[in-house]
């Protein structure tokens, strides 16, 4: 469901609710310094469980300097950032 791949998380499945735990665990454990973005491409619709798991992600990416870059999300993800106004935050592209 999640892997890295030359510095990019590529997120296959989406992050629901019944899925954002196990989804924020694996994430964390693959953020390193060398990871600078998370590939949305391939993880269907997500829930708003994903901005809360993108948020923690981000949070453990500034550990190491680094401003994840989220790439491909998908149009229900973006309506909900600019409804709770984070699209610039994250930031949603």
């Not at 953020?31 to 949070?59: K, N």
Request: with cysteine.
């Amino acid at each position: 469901m999640i892997r890295c791949e030359q510095g990019v998380i590529k997120v296959d499945a989406p992050i629901t609710m019944s899925s954002a735990s196990v989804a924020l665990q694996t994430g964390l454990k693959l953020i390193t310094p060398e990871v600078h973005s998370v590939d949305l491409g391939s993880a269907g619709q997500p829930d708003s469980a994903a901005l809360a798991v993108l948020f923690a992600w981000q949070r453990k990416a500034a550990e190491y300097g680094v401003r994840l870059q989220v790439r491909n999300a998908p149009p229900g993800l973006l309506s909900l950032g600019q409804l709770y106004g984070v699209n610039e935050v994250l930031p949603l592209a």
